[in-house]
């Protein structure tokens, strides 16, 4: 009897034992969001005995409740003091994509515990600009609609169209000052034989006058 008290004892104890090494209990889940926002990364751990720490992409980032990286947008906090070590990031920013996990170190005959990889996805959120796209056709070719909200337009590219306009207003111009279209030498040439026939009229004007009233007539 004796000697089986001693062996329950025994199992006993490495039964407790083993059920008290310390483990973690709620593990990090993957999270998305976007930049500028507050991010919590969770992790409680059971029956600690080491140092509970955070790792990103395997860096080191915190001690216990101490953060061990120049950045003070991270915080460790915890509802239930040495057991919870929730890593809170404020302001993210694109940097802070990656993977995270949590860890409790060895102590004596309590072995490391490490907890799941959590994945973090930040997205930038800023709307991209506008694309304005420009459409160019050729000349004489069909006409192109450009529809802007509720309103269409038929753009015609007619560059004869233009050329013929440019003809009419070009030849109107030169012509302002000359209606029927005659050169400008032929206006000189009829001005000269109109003065021909005005100066003969008169010459033989004042000679009929002179037969008849006998007296010379003076010009």
């Not at 991010?39 to 600690?48: G, H, N």
């Not at 802070?96 to 907890?115: H, I, L, M």
């Not at 973090?120 to 450009?146: F, G, H, M, N, Y």
């Amino acid at each position: 009897m004796g000697l089986l008290a001693i062996i329950a004892v025994f199992l006993v104890g490495v039964t407790h034992r083993a059920l008290a090494n310390q483990h973690i209990t709620e593990h990090p889940q993957d999270v998305t969001s976007f930049i500028g926002k507050t991010v919590l990364l969770r992790c409680s751990i059971a029956d600690k005995q080491g140092t509970a720490i955070w790792l990103k992409d395997e860096q080191r980032l915190s001690s216990n409740y101490d953060v061990t990286v120049e950045e003070e947008r991270y915080d460790i906090v915890g509802a239930t003091p040495s057991s919870d070590y929730d890593l809170e990031i404020s302001n993210t920013t694109l940097r802070d994509s990656g993977e995270y996990f949590c860890r409790v170190t060895s102590r004596g005959d309590d072995p490391q515990a490490n907890s799941r990889k959590a994945k973090l996805t930040i997205i930038d959120q800023t709307p991209s600009p506008p694309t304005i796209k420009i459409l160019t056709t050729r000349a004489t070719t069909q006409p192109v609609e450009s529809t802007t909200k509720d309103e269409t337009t038929t753009v015609t590219a007619g560059e004869e169209n233009i050329k013929q306009k440019m003809t009419t207003v070009q030849t109107k111009l030169a012509s302002e000052g000359n209606p029927r279209g005659v050169p400008y030498w032929a206006w000189i040439i009829l001005a000269i034989c109109l003065a021909i026939i005005i100066a003969a009229v008169i010459v033989g004007f004042l000679y009929l006058r002179t037969k008849m009233t006998g007296t010379p007539a003076s010009v």
